[in-house]
DNA sequence: GCCGCAGTTGAATCGCGCC
DNA sequence: TGGCGCGATTCAACTGCGG
């Protein structure tokens, strides 16, 4: 802990939880005193009715009173006075993290830009095991959005560029990040066994973070503290952390999971590594991007089938419609087939197989397993 | 090409590249006449001075003069202005698409919402091959976002569900695609060898929206056309398209790709289709047909209940009366329930799903429609 | 202890047409 | 135009239990 530090701890309540309105209490702690600012605000879901699963259970939505604005004015007027006592507690060269989803990161990004923050990334969370579109309306809200930006344009902003490069297996660290949401052990039970909150993030986001934007000893604020993520990842990669949080049962729950975390648990620090077999390839996509053309013939390997390719990236052979799998074993009469063994296509008089341009693929894709 | 498209040919300019201002043009087209619109507007991108690889070779940059905004005040009344007229060429159950990256999306998001947009997804769409970032200050910008959104709150905006589905090989599509930039033979030169746009978009990409969110025989309009993607695609999948245009140098590029581009064939367009399409056949119909006797017992598929069938083709069972959805969810206690393929009755021993008579039904009425 | 299977769950702006 | 009724719709993980 360096001399500058030790001195604002006299006045800032570093490693706590303050209980109470987010804009009051950081207007009444001291300006440029704040290395980084995570904030996971309310995101103004406007769900009407209920939603059930095709097997009839009923999804637990996020319908918290706190998450509830009269309109997008209401909301707005919330963010930007936020976000203006943010930034006042921001280092000059502080910089700050915001998540949302559709429904409020526009405005939210639209308001950090109006108030002099500078934009350095856009990061998509993409979610490993997102919940699925159960009605068929829509497609499946399979990622949330964070922005990245420093206080100001001149800002001389943290960025661990090599600790990041390691993180990510030897390459330069992307803007999209594919991490499983918060479930299992990590999720926080409450006494009835209930999740605590709502929407309480994953640890291997917060690390990510962390990791990436600030040093150790920095100061870490979150002025939507929750169950207080932010704070036990700050805790274990020895940060100090600020917690503001206004519900009750949250603090309680936050405080207890803090006390028991430690301090550099090498444990958490596999949380984000996963294997992955080689990433899927649809059929589809070859047709998407032009490698077979709608209408084009495709040819058995074995010569005795015909099909051609639908703009979906179906076949239709014989009469029977369905992907590249069904339509080879509906022909065969097979109770199944590998569509990508199974077909290829001409080209200059010569048979190809489909599956080499799902080959080609997959090495343009260089998928990184995070 | 029916009726009503061919009296709208009357007054819409079809399949054609108009030369001028989108927001005077667009206003000059008649009311809730298109279907889709999709929008690649500038992206006010705040470059600074140049920007060299590690080798020393310059990036070339987007510096056009098209993409220079005095401030985000000037380029909030821009994209204001021209997502009324697009809204207003809207049908009542139209939709759009806008594309943009960290730079201006948040500010096009916040707009869209207030113009009466209702937003339906954000979708990512994260490059394969992306431009690393040289001087390691930022992460990887790999990706950017479009949002899609309906003209308002209560449009039923054209979604194919199961077209999407079987593209992506039988899994419900996500809100995050992975698709490689436009390069190669794609990527439009112009008599310099130059590239003739600075961010032509990827087919693939337009592909996926088309077949996605619009039918065969729509109308598109892309109010900045560019070098004509958005036309390309559509021509090939059979929908209309109007382009607006006002750099004669894109034009000319885009007519003459146009002009090479021809129509995939009928039977390859056609795209998987949703049960909700189907017609619908009323329980009792298996019933008056003999397919069902009054008094015959039915079976769920649980095991679990028993319902007698009554001659009108409702249920009996437990002392619930109705029909063979309502009697379903009475038994199971949930809130609804799907009768077709909840019941089974019994033939030689044997159970079969009482859908199984729907469908021969249904495959009679394709044979007499009548 | 391992494997398979059944059950549960996650920031969700999640019908439509007839009368 | 509001109410009612048909009937369409899910993916990846994790938990817990039984063999």
């Given at each position: 802990?360096?001399?500058?530090?030790?001195?604002?701890?006299?006045?800032?309540?570093?490693?706590?939880?303050?209980?109470g309105d987010c804009i009051d209490l950081m207007n009444?702690l001291?300006?440029?005193?704040?290395?980084?600012i995570f904030a996971d605000p309310p995101?103004n879901?406007?769900?009407?009715?209920?939603?059930?699963?095709?097997?009839?259970?009923?999804?637990?939505?996020?319908?918290?009173?706190w998450?509830?604005f009269?309109?997008?004015?209401v909301y707005d007027d919330f963010s930007r006075e936020w976000l203006k006592a943010a930034r006042r507690l921001l280092?000059?060269?502080?910089?700050i993290?915001v998540?949302g989803?559709?429904?409020n990161?526009?405005r939210l990004?639209?308001a950090l830009?109006?108030a002099?923050f500078?934009?350095?990334?856009?990061?998509?969370?993409?979610?490993?095991?997102?919940?699925?579109?159960?009605?068929?309306?829509?497609?499946?809200?399979?990622?949330?959005?964070?922005?990245?930006?420093?206080?100001?344009?001149?800002?001389?902003?943290?960025?661990?560029?090599?600790?990041?490069?390691?993180?990510?297996?030897?390459?330069?660290?992307?803007?999209?990040?594919?991490?499983?949401?918060?479930?299992?052990?990590?999720?926080?039970?409450?006494?009835?066994?209930?999740?605590?909150?709502?929407?309480?993030?994953?640890?291997?986001?917060?690390?990510?973070?962390?990791?990436?934007?600030?040093?150790?000893?920095?100061?870490?604020l979150d002025p939507f503290f929750?169950?207080?993520?932010?704070?036990?990842?700050?805790?274990?990669?020895?940060?100090?952390?600020?917690?503001i949080e206004r519900?009750?049962?949250?603090?309680?729950?936050?405080?207890?999971?803090?006390?028991?975390?430690?301090?550099?648990?090498?444990?958490?620090?596999?949380?984000?590594?996963?294997?992955?077999?080689?990433?899927?390839?649809?059929?589809?996509?070859?047709?998407?991007?032009?490698?077979?053309?709608?209408?084009?013939?495709?040819?058995?390997?074995?010569?005795?089938?015909?099909?051609?390719?639908?703009?979906?990236?179906?076949?239709?052979?014989?009469?029977?419609?369905?992907?590249?799998?069904?339509?080879?074993?509906?022909?065969?009469?097979?109770?199944?087939?590998?569509?990508?063994?199974?077909?290829?296509?001409?080209?200059?008089?010569?048979?190809?197989?489909?599956?080499?341009?799902?080959?080609?693929?997959?090495?343009?894709?260089?998928?990184?397993?995070?």
């Amino acid at each position: 802990m360096n001399k500058v530090i030790r001195e604002a701890a006299t006045i800032l309540p570093l490693n706590q939880i303050l209980d109470g309105d987010c804009i009051d209490l950081m207007n009444g702690l001291p300006a440029e005193s704040v290395d980084l600012i995570f904030a996971d605000p309310p995101y103004n879901l406007q769900l009407k009715g209920d939603l059930h699963r095709p097997d009839n259970s009923r999804v637990d939505a996020v319908d918290d009173h706190w998450d509830q604005f009269a309109s997008f004015q209401v909301y707005d007027d919330f963010s930007r006075e936020w976000l203006k006592a943010a930034r006042r507690l921001l280092k000059p060269n502080g910089a700050i993290w915001v998540i949302g989803s559709y429904h409020n990161v526009f405005r939210l990004g639209a308001a950090l830009q109006d108030a002099g923050f500078w934009i350095l990334n856009d990061v998509v969370w993409r979610k490993s095991n997102p919940m699925p579109n159960f009605r068929g309306k829509r497609l499946t809200n399979a990622h949330e959005t964070l922005i990245w930006a420093a206080k100001s344009e001149d800002s001389k902003y943290t960025f661990n560029y090599e600790a990041l490069k390691a993180l990510n297996e030897g390459i330069q660290m992307r803007s999209d990040w594919v991490l499983p949401i918060c479930t299992g052990h990590e999720r926080l039970k409450d006494d009835n066994g209930d999740k605590a909150h709502p929407t309480q993030k994953p640890e291997s986001l917060l690390h990510r973070i962390l990791i990436g934007t600030t040093n150790a000893g920095d100061v870490v604020l979150d002025p939507f503290f929750g169950t207080g993520t932010t704070g036990a990842v700050a805790k274990k990669l020895g940060r100090e952390y600020i917690g503001i949080e206004r519900e009750a049962a949250y603090r309680e729950v936050a405080e207890k999971r803090l006390k028991s975390v430690r301090k550099f648990d090498r444990s958490s620090l596999e949380v984000t590594t996963s294997k992955r077999a080689e990433p899927r390839v649809p059929f589809g996509q070859l047709v998407e991007r032009g490698m077979l053309s709608p209408g084009e013939e495709l040819l058995s390997m074995n010569g005795r089938y015909r099909a051609k390719v639908r703009a979906d990236g179906t076949l239709i052979g014989n009469d029977v419609k369905g992907s590249i799998h069904q339509v080879g074993a509906a022909l065969e009469g097979a109770p199944s087939c590998n569509g990508w063994t199974y077909w290829c296509y001409k080209r200059d008089g010569k048979r190809v197989p489909i599956d080499l341009l799902r080959q080609q693929i997959r090495a343009e894709m260089v998928e990184r397993p995070n």
